[in-house]
Structures are given as structure tokens and as C-alpha cells.
């Protein structure tokens, strides 16, 4: 198996709880992240779906799919997500939000190794190209949260820090 670790570091101008809403719900995720073809629900889990389990179909700018289910292990809302993924990908990931300059900054960490046979193999002269289709993805998500955002946050006054007008 060849070992991956990626991260994606994501900002908008909403804030923390709308982006925790978004990306804590991902049977929505193929609404608006282009790349995610299908999210099924194989074990729901506790009340905030700690414990769910849901099987994941990637597409990507390269012609093929990966699927991968991910069981949640950790989650603090507002704050972090956690999980380990099995399948065609195994590892970790881990999603983590912040408050920042009046916004919400976004981390994705993403520690995998794969296991289909043929992208192991190519691994060895293809590693970038890998690395450059997991950001062509991420690049999706992070463009179709913003606009999903933005058709769900309602733009208010503007407030310095504070809450102070």
C-alpha cells in the first residue's frame, strides 16, 4: 500500500456553525461538492454521529472512482470531526474549524494509503499526479461550500470584533 498525507486549508466569510452544518452533514455533501458522487449511510451512530458509519464514492479529475467507508470516531461541534476510512482508501481524517478574521478557517487533514493494486503501482511516477487530483477535489468542495454558503448565510451588518458595530 502507498501512504498519503494531505492537507487543505479552507476559509469563508460565515460563520463557524454554518460551516460546521455543511460539512457535518455529509449525505448532503453530493448536493454541492462536485467529486462526491454518493453518500450512503451504513450505521447511523449517536445523536451527532459519533459511532455513524457511511460508504463514500469519490470521482475526480482523473477517469476513476474510489470508494471507502468512513466510520466517525470523534466529534466536538463546532470544532472537530474524526474518522477512519476503510476500503479502497484506508487511514485517517480529521476536520477541524476555527473562528478566524471574522470567518471560519477550515483544516482537512487526510493520512491514507491506497489499495487498489493499479494506483500502487504507478505510485512510483504518478504521486504527483495523485496529489494533484486529491487538491483539484478539494478545490471543488471548498467552491461549492462557498456558494452554498452563500445561498444559505443571510449577509447582516457588517460587526467588528466583538459584536461592536
Known amino acids: 500500500m502507498e501512504g498519503y498525507a494531505f492537507t487543505t486549508r479552507w476559509w469563508f466569510a460565515a460563520p463557524v456553525e454554518a460551516v460546521w452544518r455543511e460539512i457535518s452533514h455529509p449525505l448532503e455533501w453530493p448536493q454541492w461538492w462536485r467529486g462526491v458522487e454518493r ?20 470521482k475526480s ?10 466510520r466517525c470516531t470523534c ?14 482508501l484506508e487511514g485517517f481524517g480529521r476536520w477541524a474549524f476555527a473562528t478566524e478574521k471574522g470567518g471560519t478557517a477550515v483544516r482537512y487533514d487526510w493520512t491514507v494509503a491506497t489499495n487498489k493494486p493499479w494506483m500502487n503501482w504507478l505510485a512510483p ?3 504527483p499526479l495523485f496529489g494533484w487530483n486529491h487538491d ?14 452563500a445561498q444559505r448565510v443571510p449577509r447582516g451588518p457588517a460587526t467588528a470584533p466583538g459584536g461592536i458595530l
Open 75 to 88: 466529534i466536538e461541534t463546532n470544532r472537530l470531526i474524526e474518522g477512519s476510512a476503510r476500503g479502497e
Open 125 to 127: 511516477v504518478a504521486r
Open 136 to 149: 483539484v477535489v478539494m478545490q471543488w468542495g471548498e467552491t461549492g461550500l462557498a456558494r452554498r454558503l
Open 61 to 70: 479529475r482523473l477517469p476513476y472512482r474510489l470508494t471507502f467507508d468512513m
Open 39 to 58: 453518500v450512503d449511510e451504513l450505521e447511523a451512530g449517536d445523536a451527532e454521529g459519533r459511532g455513524s458509519l457511511r460508504r463514500f464514492t469519490w
